[in-house]
C-alpha cells in the first residue's frame, strides 16, 4: 500500500508562484509513475502534471504548459509541482497520484485520472485575483 501526503496549498495573489510536495511512504518509490491532479466543485479531475520513473520524463496538461514544472526526487520519495504565475482559475484541490510502472509504459497525455493507483487526500491551492 502506497500513502501519498500533499503539502504546500494555500492562498496566493494571482501571478504569484506556490510549491507543492507529495511524500510517498513506499520503498521503491523509483517504481512508480507520478502525477498531479486537480479538482474544483462540480468538474471532473484534471490532469496537471506527471513525471516517469527516474524523473527524466515529464507531461503537463495544456492549461499549465509553461507555468507549472513538476520535478521529484527518488532519495526523498517526493515528488514536487512548481506552479508559477498562478491564475484564479488554477484554484482548485490538487492531489498527487501514483501507479507501479516498473517497465516504465509508454504515456499519452492528457494522463486519466483512472490510471492512476494511489492518491493522496489533496491540498487547496487558492488564487485570489
Known amino acids: 500500500q502506497v500513502q501519498l501526503v500533499e503539502s504546500g496549498g494555500g492562498l496566493v495573489q494571482a501571478g504569484g508562484s506556490l510549491s507543492l510536495s507529495c511524500a510517498a511512504s513506499?520503498?521503491?518509490?523509483?517504481?512508480?509513475?507520478m502525477g498531479w491532479f486537480r479538482q474544483t466543485p462540480g468538474k471532473e479531475r484534471e490532469f496537471v502534471a506527471a513525471?516517469?520513473?527516474?524523473?527524466?520524463?515529464?507531461y503537463y496538461g495544456e492549461a499549465v504548459k509553461g507555468r507549472f514544472t513538476i520535478s521529484r526526487d527518488n532519495a526523498k520519495n517526493t515528488v514536487y509541482l512548481t506552479m508559477n504565475s498562478l491564475k484564479p482559475e488554477d484554484t482548485a484541490v490538487y492531489s498527487c497520484?501514483?501507479?507501479?510502472?516498473?517497465?516504465?509504459?509508454?504515456?499519452?497525455?492528457?494522463?486519466?485520472?483512472?490510471?492512476?493507483?494511489?492518491w493522496g487526500k489533496g491540498t487547496l491551492v487558492t488564487v485570489s485575483s
Open positions: 497520484a501514483a501507479r507501479l510502472d516498473p517497465y516504465g509504459q509508454s504515456v499519452s497525455t492528457p494522463v486519466q485520472y483512472q490510471a492512476m493507483d494511489y
Open positions: 513506499v520503498r521503491t518509490f523509483d517504481n512508480y509513475f
Open positions: 513525471i516517469s520513473r527516474r524523473g527524466g520524463l515529464q
